[in-house]
């Protein structure tokens, strides 16, 4: 599994990308929160490669991970969040 500490790092002052309902517009704890699907190499104990991630505040991370989100939802939103975090990262000289 890929790591990039310059990557997790870079979510320091980074906007939250998964703007999700409960989205605080990333006061002060926006991560690198990882992708939850097996094919981005999520497994029993592991995290997803880094490259499959997004900049996401604690709220939006809970919100993602938790039981409110539809399994069909979880996909499709975490892709939208990817994006948006791919592009920022590539504004921002991260990637």
Not at 15 to 20: D, F, S
Not at 31 to 59: I, T, V
């Amino acid at each position: 599994m890929m790591r990039s500490p310059k990557l997790r790092k870079s979510a320091d002052g980074a906007p939250c990308c998964m703007r999700g309902p409960t989205c605080n517009g990333g006061q002060g704890d926006v991560a690198w929160r990882h992708s939850n699907h097996q094919e981005h190499g999520k497994g029993m104990g592991q995290k997803a490669h880094d490259l499959f991630g997004f900049y996401g505040c604690q709220p939006c991370e809970d919100w993602y991970a938790g039981p409110l989100l539809l399994k069909s939802e979880k996909y499709p939103t975490f892709i939208k969040a990817w994006e948006r975090s791919m592009i920022y990262a590539c504004e921002e000289g991260v990637l």
